[in-house]
């Protein structure tokens, strides 16, 4: 009977691992212009734990209220522990790489900030025609010509580039993108590179969580909320553990109130005026009904008066 009992007990135990299975998502990153993501690290956690966590502290937060000084100081104690649970309870961490993957690190992945200028070289102003050697003309006066003004074309065109590239340069964008691989789900954020420096990579991810409890969407930023002309440089990415500081969050949408919805009513336009006609009173609507019982009890006097017994 022991035996029965122990195995079922661990049976039971073993259901519950698997349905309160830890979800995973991989973190994929892309820098600069490289072509494909590559994978920096992993979020780690339990949702039905998560749950369970942030009910009880609800519950704990509620019940405050009517607490007497020495139980309220035991309460925050414990709301205190539980948001301690709550917090570690999703797990960011690093992946580790390899030796030849740190090396392309170092030397490939550079956090350009911001746009480079780039300016062209330009040629000279031809002064007159070509000559030899010995000094004799290989051009004619009408090919001068021709060559001065294709020089001054090219002069115009480069000019309007110049305008349009010394305008305030584009940011480039640090892109990521998480990734459930056990059901196929992917979504990517970005935001400005330059606000990566600017936080010390302070990033915070707050994951959106849906009925199921599956994530179906996030928010992606740091704690930097502007960039100083210093973060506007070359920054070069040597280590993943700069991507350290990362806090990340659960959030659950509250199912709002439904709207109401009004059947819609056409406007009757008026077509001498062309305005909506305004809507008419209650006698305007029914007064073909009203006139006629006025007339009839205006032309029958109500009926003849009862005779008075003498």
Request: proline letters at 3%.
């Amino acid at each position: 009977m022991r035996l029965n009992t122990y195995i079922l007990a661990l049976t039971l135990a073993a259901s519950v691992q698997v349905l309160a299975e830890e979800v995973t998502l991989g973190v994929w990153h892309k820098l600069n212009d490289h072509e494909s993501f590559e994978k920096r690290g992993e979020i780690r956690f339990d949702a039905d734990e998560w749950f369970n966590l942030k009910q009880s502290r609800e519950q704990v937060s509620a019940s405050s209220t009517k607490s007497s000084k020495q139980k309220l100081q035991q309460q925050q104690q414990q709301q205190q522990q539980l948001l301690q649970q709550l917090q570690s309870s999703i797990v960011y961490q690093n992946i580790k790489l390899q030796a030849s993957s740190a090396a392309a690190l170092v030397e490939d992945f550079v956090l350009n900030v911001q746009g480079p200028i780039v300016i062209p070289e330009r040629e000279e102003e031809p002064q007159g025609r070509d000559v030899d050697e010995d000094g004799e003309y290989v051009e004619s006066e009408e090919e001068f010509e021709q060559r001065l003004e294709e020089w001054k074309m090219t002069q115009e065109e480069l000019d309007e580039q110049d305008q349009m590239e010394k305008t305030p340069g584009s940011y480039v964008f640090y892109q990521i993108k998480l990734r459930d691989e056990s059901r196929g789900w992917e979504a990517m954020s970005s935001i400005k590179s330059c606000l990566l420096v600017a936080s010390d990579f302070q990033e915070q991810i707050t994951l959106h969580l849906d009925q199921d409890r599956q994530v179906f969407a996030f928010d992606y930023y740091t704690s930097a909320s502007k960039c100083e002309n210093e973060d506007k440089k070359e920054f070069p990415l040597t280590s993943l553990d700069l991507f350290k500081s990362v806090k990340v969050d659960l959030s659950t949408g509250n199912a709002g109130p439904k709207a109401r919805y009004s059947r819609a009513q056409a406007i009757k336009i008026d077509n001498q005026t062309g305005k909506p006609e305004e809507e008419k009173t209650f006698f305007q609507k029914y007064w073909v009904y009203i006139l006629p019982i006025v007339l009839v009890m205006l032309f029958t006097g109500g009926g003849e008066p009862e005779k008075t017994a003498a």
